[in-house]
């Protein structure tokens, strides 16, 4: 079974630029999380969505936002981009709803790395 | 809210010496309990992971036990390879739909 991807590895972009990134979770898998990775602030929770639905939200400003498809597969943007955005952003999957619970384990993909100069 | 605290690195080791990482946490509720390891340039793999008190997980050597009456969740490799030089991460998982995650240990193995 393929695991998560992450589209794209890197990315440079300059202040003020906006970004999108996609994620495609493993088959089956109905839930979507986002993650900003930081030496500064360790791993923070950006989102979460299920069937299209987001159901949670990290303290992040409304920069930042996402959505999810009907194939499960789900983007994050990033809009007026600032230089401490440099970021590697990961996704995880899960199967989430009734299968998931406290217990539903998230599998990352490899990250997208983000350099804003 | 919930939180995570795991013991600050960097921790150095020779290889087949005795691992352990501190990790205990504060959550509402039952939470599940995991482990990930993460390898330069990569991202987060799960190690191990237990969903309630007294449950051991284990995986590649590795095990940590779910102790409700401490709150922790420490990890343990009784005998290390180079090749488990990496960052570890203790996280917790409550009826929020997040992980919570420690700051990180980053482990060096010598040869």
């Known amino acids: 079974k393929a695991g998560v991807t992450q589209t794209p590895r890197y990315l440079i972009k300059t202040r003020g630029q906006q970004v999108t990134l996609s994620c495609s979770p493993i088959?089956?898998?109905?839930?979507v999380s986002w993650y900003q990775q930081t030496p500064g602030q360790g791993l923070q929770f950006l989102f979460e969505?299920?069937?299209?639905?987001?159901?949670n939200k990290g303290n992040f400003p409304g920069r930042f936002s996402g959505r999810q498809f009907s194939n499960s597969r789900s983007e994050m943007n990033v809009s007026t981009l600032e230089l401490g955005d440099s970021a590697l952003y990961l996704c995880?999957?899960?199967?989430?709803?009734?299968?998931?619970?406290?217990?539903?384990?998230?599998?990352f993909g490899p990250g997208t790395r983000l350099t804003v100069l | 809210g919930n939180s995570v605290t795991q013991m600050e690195g960097p921790v150095t080791l020779s290889e087949e010496a005795f691992l352990t990482i501190n990790c205990t946490y504060t959550?509402?509720?039952?939470?599940?309990l995991f482990w990930y390891v993460q390898y330069p340039g990569e991202g987060l793999q799960l190690l191990l992971k237990?969903?309630?008190?007294?449950d051991k997980g284990s995986n590649k050597g590795f095990e940590a036990t779910y102790r409700k009456e401490t709150t922790s969740f420490h990890l343990e490799k009784g005998s290390v390879q180079v090749s488990d030089s990496a960052v570890y991460f203790c996280?917790?998982?409550?009826?929020?739909?997040?992980?919570?995650f420690g700051a990180g240990t980053t482990v060096t193995v010598r040869a």
């Open positions: 237990a969903t309630k008190a007294d």
């Open positions: 088959s089956g898998h109905r839930s």
């Open positions: 995880a999957s899960s199967l989430g709803g009734l299968a998931g619970g406290n217990t539903d384990t998230q599998y």
């Open positions: 959550a509402t509720g039952y939470p599940s």
């Open positions: 996280a917790l998982r409550s009826n929020d739909y997040k992980l919570s």
């Open positions: 969505y299920f069937s299209e639905t987001q159901r």
